[in-house]
């Protein structure tokens, strides 16, 4: 059983090894949006190419994160994290010193691929290694510590930007890497799941990310490309590959493998679709879909705007939204109790009202505005909103679905959270006229930014509707009448809600214990 005390020097470095891995992963999702307006100049990038600098990291990510999770329960979620920590690691060099746009988007989809190994393991780690009692106030920690560095890192991004230039913004990730790697070899010790067993579902991932890359492509290239024949191919593809992923996840579900596969046994599916037989959890990620694709716009262009139209410096672009994290860490923990204790209709609603009236100040930034009178004003009120949703809607997500799925539950929201802002990033500046050199013209850039934002109001309206009518005030109660406490209890991430460990997990001897039988 894990026995690690979080106030002994072990305890310590265990935190100090998932904190600033997890962190490393999720600063890259943010702080490189700081940067944008510099790679795109010196790189001679469109809007497309800024597109896809954000969202190849965030494809890859939300297409194997699931399979990553599952490697690590299976062969060790130590070895998997320190895999995912050098993998990103290597990528980010590949990044740093990519000479061109397409090399840069490449390096940032095997990016992904690292975050994806590496993110799980993190909070899954803390899961296997603290003793029962002493596992609360470790999440809290992790989960608080995560949303300090949340808050420092954009602002070090502005910094890195103005003092070194971009490429340091991807650099300054390797030193971070080695240090936890040297931590985690030294101090972290081996856990997996011992009920871990058969084949990967393998074929799942990779239709997951086929689909989602297709429809990307198909989204971010289509007003360029109008009927133009590739654009059609990427989005017949993307559809083909949604269409047979539902169908391959529903035979693995049924323990059957596909045709002329004989004498074999199927793999668990990496999704069971059987987790969606809770109306309740449907709605609540249908609700996430819709908050985090609002959210993933409004944090690619709203950066993008202060310098391309505002005329801010990146250190003062970065830190902007500085106070939606200050919001986060203050308001988080105060919103999941009062959701414990009202239930989640209300607050969720409310939130989401108050977060798409932020959303329509924000959108009116523009050339003339300043910090203290324009921009303060329309992050505070949207940081107010996203406050009082993000911990309500993580815990109904838990408690909306069976226990035996609280895992998976926990990383399809997860997931889900990520493909929204995928999509949306995709479809929306393109629909709102951002494309080709858009960013090198103010004009056009605040004309679209302001339709963009609009948009994105509207999305965060209908969501409240929508949960005002799905989300029951009873959601928080399990089936066995038990109320399911946000595990967001210091902070709750903006990139996409967090992941929730299955709670059965045996530690291997330390230093290297010996991962359940792997044979198909």
Same mark, same amino acid.
């Given at each position: 059983m894990?026995?690690?005390?979080?106030?002994?020097?072990?305890?310590?470095?265990?935190?100090?090894?998932?904190?600033?891995?997890?962190?490393?992963?999720?600063l890259?999702?943010?702080?490189?949006?700081?940067?944008?307006?510099?790679?795109g100049?010196?790189?001679?990038?469109?809007?497309?190419?800024?597109?896809?600098?954000?969202n190849?990291?965030?494809?890859?990510?939300?297409?194997?994160?699931?399979?990553?999770g599952?490697?690590?329960?299976r062969?060790?979620?130590?070895r998997?994290?320190l895999?995912?920590?050098?993998?990103?690691?290597?990528?980010?060099?590949?990044?740093?010193?990519?000479?061109?746009?397409?090399?840069?988007?490449?390096s940032?989809?095997?990016?992904?691929?690292?975050?994806?190994?590496?993110?799980?393991?993190s909070?899954?780690?803390?899961?296997a290694?603290?003793?029962?009692?002493?596992?609360?106030?470790?999440?809290?920690?992790?989960s608080g510590?995560?949303g300090?560095a949340?808050?420092i890192?954009?602002f070090?991004?502005?910094?890195l930007?103005?003092?070194a230039?971009w490429?340091?913004?991807?650099l300054l990730?390797v030193?971070?890497?080695?240090?936890?790697m040297?931590?985690?070899?030294?101090?972290v010790?081996e856990?997996?799941?011992?009920?871990?067993?058969?084949?990967?579902?393998i074929?799942?991932?990779?239709?997951?990310a086929?689909?989602l890359?297709?429809t990307?492509?198909?989204?971010?290239?289509?007003?360029?490309?109008?009927?133009a024949?590739?654009?059609?191919?990427?989005?017949?593809a993307?559809?083909?590959?949604?269409?047979?992923?539902?169908?391959v996840?529903?035979?693995?579900g049924?323990?059957?493998?596909?045709?002329g596969?004989r004498?074999r046994?199927?793999?668990?599916?990496?999704?069971p679709?059987?987790v969606?037989a809770?109306?309740?959890?449907?709605?609540?990620n249908?609700?996430t879909?819709?908050m985090?694709?609002?959210?993933?716009?409004?944090?690619?262009?709203f950066?993008?705007?202060?310098q391309?139209?505002g005329?801010?410096?990146?250190?003062?672009a970065g830190?902007? =939204? /500085?106070?939606?994290?200050? #919001?986060?860490?203050?308001l988080?923990a &105060?919103?999941? $109790? %009062?959701?414990?204790?009202? !239930?989640?209709?209300?607050?969720?609603?409310?939130?989401?009202?108050v977060?798409?009236?932020?959303?329509?100040?924000?959108?009116?930034?523009?050339?003339g505005?300043?910090?203290?009178?324009?921009?303060?004003?329309?992050?505070?009120?949207?940081?107010?909103?996203?406050?009082?949703v993000?911990?309500?809607?993580?815990?109904?997500?838990l408690?909306t679905?069976?226990v035996?799925?609280a895992?998976?539950?926990?990383?399809?929201?997860?997931?889900?959270?990520?493909?929204?802002?995928?999509?949306a990033?995709?479809?929306?500046?393109?629909?709102?006229?951002?494309?080709?050199?858009?960013?090198?013209d103010?004009?056009?850039?605040?004309?679209?930014?302001?339709?963009?934002?609009?948009?994105?109001?509207a =999305? /965060?309206?209908?969501?409240? #509707?929508?949960?005002?009518?799905?989300? &029951?005030?009873d $959601? %928080?109660?399990?089936?066995? !009448?038990?109320?399911v406490?946000?595990?967001?209890?210091?902070?709750?991430?903006?990139?996409?809600?967090?992941?929730q460990?299955?709670p059965?997990?045996v530690?291997?001897?330390?230093?290297?214990?010996?991962?359940?039988?792997?044979?198909?």
């Amino acid at each position: 059983m894990p026995d690690v005390r979080l106030s002994t020097g072990p305890g310590r470095w265990i935190l100090l090894a998932t904190v600033l891995g997890s962190s490393v992963a999720m600063l890259d999702s943010t702080v490189v949006n700081v940067a944008l307006p510099a790679l795109g100049r010196d790189l001679g990038a469109d809007i497309a190419g800024l597109q896809w600098t954000v969202n190849a990291y965030t494809l890859t990510l939300a297409g194997f994160i699931l399979l990553g999770g599952s490697l690590g329960d299976r062969f060790g979620r130590r070895r998997i994290f320190l895999v995912g920590v050098a993998w990103f690691a290597v990528a980010s060099v590949l990044c740093g010193i990519a000479p061109n746009v397409e090399a840069l988007i490449l390096s940032r989809a095997l990016q992904g691929v690292g975050g994806a190994l590496l993110t799980p393991g993190s909070l899954a780690i803390i899961q296997a290694s603290f003793a029962a009692d002493d596992r609360p106030r470790a999440v809290g920690a992790w989960s608080g510590l995560g949303g300090v560095a949340g808050a420092i890192g954009p602002f070090a991004g502005g910094w890195l930007v103005e003092a070194a230039g971009w490429r340091w913004v991807f650099l300054l990730n390797v030193p971070l890497a080695a240090v936890v790697m040297l931590v985690a070899l030294r101090h972290v010790p081996e856990s997996f799941d011992p009920q871990a067993r058969g084949r990967f579902d393998i074929l799942g991932a990779a239709l997951a990310a086929l689909a989602l890359a297709g429809t990307t492509y198909a989204l971010t290239e289509a007003p360029g490309g109008g009927a133009a024949s590739p654009v059609i191919a990427a989005a017949i593809a993307g559809l083909a590959a949604a269409v047979a992923f539902v169908l391959v996840e529903r035979l693995r579900g049924r323990g059957r493998g596909l045709p002329g596969a004989r004498g074999r046994k199927a793999p668990q599916p990496m999704l069971p679709l059987d987790v969606f037989a809770s109306r309740q959890f449907s709605a609540v990620n249908l609700v996430t879909f819709i908050m985090y694709g609002a959210m993933g716009v409004l944090f690619f262009l709203f950066v993008l705007n202060l310098q391309v139209v505002g005329g801010f410096s990146p250190i003062a672009a970065g830190t902007a =939204l /500085l106070p939606v994290t200050v #919001l986060m860490l203050l308001l988080s923990a &105060r919103a999941g $109790a %009062l959701a414990q204790k009202i !239930g989640p209709r209300i607050p969720m609603t409310a939130g989401m009202v108050v977060a798409a009236c932020g959303m329509v100040l924000v959108g009116r930034i523009d050339a003339g505005s300043s910090y203290v009178r324009d921009v303060l004003p329309a992050v505070m009120v949207f940081g107010l909103g996203l406050a009082a949703v993000v911990a309500p809607l993580t815990a109904t997500v838990l408690a909306t679905a069976d226990v035996r799925h609280a895992g998976v539950a926990s990383g399809v929201n997860n997931a889900v959270a990520r493909a929204a802002g995928l999509l949306a990033v995709a479809a929306i500046p393109p629909l709102t006229g951002l494309t080709g050199d858009a960013f090198d013209d103010p004009g056009v850039f605040s004309h679209g930014y302001r339709l963009a934002m609009v948009t994105c109001a509207a =999305l /965060l309206a209908a969501g409240a #509707l929508l949960t005002f009518f799905t989300v &029951r005030d009873d $959601a %928080l109660q399990t089936p066995s !009448g038990e109320a399911v406490e946000p595990e967001c209890r210091s902070h709750c991430g903006i990139g996409a809600p967090q992941l929730q460990p299955e709670p059965e997990t045996v530690p291997a001897e330390r230093g290297g214990g010996t991962a359940p039988d792997a044979r198909t």
